[in-house]
């Protein structure tokens, strides 16, 4: 079993429509991200969280929202989608030595 | 601010031709600094990293990438590329503040021709 899990690898959504994708892991880190990756922009960082009581803002955090249910799982949420959303996002883990350990990625498409 | 730029968005190589991506950095203070690699339809993995001391580092497959602070550059290497290597390579720097946040450039894909 993978040790970073996303769910699900490939969404088609509407615009206007609230989208959940999730993410867990079994690696024991408590430091969890969510990244967006496009073309020739490589990975920008939407929320991080270093436990389950600290949620941190990234680079590009407007119109997403996050929770982390437990160690192991982080959630990340549109409220409402817009196609400019469209991308393939990534759920990742680091341990002390600022390794991450990457999902194999959500594909979102927002008609 | 911290961040890196990787020249070329696509390099393509001769099976066998040396490999070279290159990445240069922009740091106030001594950087941490990254390789990751994306083989198609999979997450990033980590291919090397530099925090402190020996200035050449070597990762895994083969690579290796050697920290040049008069140039700012962080280049990565490999003496003979295989088909295997074809895959989106990414430089990152890692914020000196307590977010520990890695800084992503945009990606270099390589190519490898037989």
């Known amino acids: 079993d993978a040790d970073v899990t996303q769910t699900p690898r490939n969404r088609i959504t509407k615009t206007g429509k609230r989208i959940m994708l999730e993410c867990s892991q079994t690696?024991?880190?408590?430091?969890m991200y969510w990244y967006r990756q496009d073309p020739g922009l490589g990975l920008r960082l939407i929320y991080y969280?270093?436990?389950?009581?600290?949620?941190n803002k990234g680079e590009i955090s407007d119109g997403y929202s996050v929770s982390r249910q437990a160690q192991a799982k982080f959630s990340l949420s549109l409220e409402s989608a817009i196609p400019n959303q469209t991308a393939l996002y990534f759920c990742a883990t680091s341990d002390w030595n600022e390794k991450l350990f990457f999902g194999s990625g959500t594909q979102l498409s927002v008609l | 601010a911290q961040s890196v730029t990787q020249l070329g968005s696509h390099v393509s190589v001769s099976e066998g031709a040396l490999v070279l991506l290159r990445c240069n950095y922009s740091?106030?203070?001594?950087?941490?600094l990254f390789w990751y690699v994306q083989y198609p339809n999979q997450g990033l993995q980590l291919l090397l990293k530099?925090?402190?001391?020996?200035?050449l580092v070597k990762g895994i497959n083969g690579f290796e990438a050697e920290f040049k602070k008069s140039e700012t550059s962080f280049h990565l290497t490999k003496p003979s590329a295989h088909m295997s290597d074809a895959a989106e390579y990414f430089c990152?720097?890692?914020?000196?503040?307590?977010?520990?946040?890695?800084?992503f450039g945009s990606g270099t894909r390589l190519l490898v021709r037989p």
């Open positions: 530099y925090t402190t001391g020996a200035t």
């Open positions: 690696k024991g880190h408590d430091r």
């Open positions: 740091s106030s203070v001594p950087p941490y």
């Open positions: 990152a720097v890692r914020l000196m503040d307590s977010s520990y946040k890695l800084i």
């Open positions: 969280s270093f436990d389950v009581k600290d949620i």
